[in-house]
């Protein structure tokens, strides 16, 4: 195990979290992740049906402060995370930074390891704008949101290997949704580009997500990579699964209707 304790990063007294007390518990209720996600699909689907011979609703102040509550929760969490990622990627390599436990119980991580699994929560509540505001809702935005909070919920409580890189790079790109879903609702003038940036960065994710989920396989069999082998299947089920969802949705998105919108102009 890698020792960050001098590695100068400081933890900060909100930081100060009981690991044991904070893994005891997930180990206890993780199970609650299932009602949460049954409650979540009933009220998104019984809410379109209510919602459906009502007006739309706008929605624009709430809009801008969740998702800006939920862009500095992600920034700090992937400035903190990312900056221990980096520690452990200099002192002990890659493949110390996959397998690894320590950011379950480091002296920063703890505090935002355990953060990360019970975010995912109340980020189900993202779906509640989409549904009053009477928006197309994806299956790749239900089944994701439902997915993550298993897994994450599922994975924490055996401190598996491979936790550190999946919640870091889900930290980083939630930084950038959230802060670009902020300004769209606050009106501010965004550029096309950042939206395909986004979109990449999330395959990029994904397809990160499935390599270290082979890695922590690999390894594992040399008795240095903490896993289980069917944590590491649903692990890498859920990441080929959104790998070809987000790829899809970049082709509909960004190439199908480019190339529909020349076809149109030359007709």
């Not at 870091?168 to 939630?174: D, E, F, L, R």
Request: charged content about 15%.
């Amino acid at each position: 195990m890698v020792d960050l304790n001098h590695s100068g990063l400081t933890e900060y007294s909100f930081e100060r979290l009981d690991e044991r007390a904070a893994m005891e518990w997930m180990q206890t209720h993780w199970s609650k992740s299932f009602v949460f996600s049954t409650v979540y699909a009933a009220l998104v689907f019984g809410g379109q049906h209510y919602m459906k011979p009502r007006p739309r609703m706008k929605l624009r102040r709430p809009l801008i402060l969740w998702s800006l509550s939920l862009a500095v929760f992600s920034i700090i969490g992937a400035i903190r995370t990312g900056s221990y990622m980096l520690q452990v990627l200099s002192v002990g390599g890659f493949r110390r930074s996959v397998c690894d436990q320590s950011f379950y119980n480091g002296p920063v991580t703890k505090f935002w390891a355990y953060a990360f699994v019970l975010s995912k929560a109340p980020e189900l509540g993202d779906t509640a704008f989409v549904v009053l505001r009477k928006q197309k809702l994806l299956f790749l935005h239900w089944y994701h949101h439902i997915t993550v909070l298993l897994y994450s919920w599922y994975s924490y409580k055996d401190m598996v290997a491979g936790g550190g890189w999946f919640m870091t790079m889900n930290y980083g790109v939630h930084a950038l949704m959230y802060s670009y879903y902020a300004a769209r609702a606050a009106g501010l003038p965004v550029p096309r580009p950042l939206a395909v940036l986004i979109t990449s960065a999330q395959i990029g994710q994904m397809a990160t997500g499935l390599t270290v989920s082979g890695l922590v396989y690999r390894w594992m069999q040399h008795g240095d990579c903490p896993s289980r082998l069917h944590n590491i299947f649903w692990a890498a089920l859920m990441y080929l699964s959104y790998l070809l969802l987000f790829s899809n949705f970049f082709y509909q998105t960004y190439l199908r209707r480019r190339g529909d919108a020349k076809t149109t102009k030359v007709e």
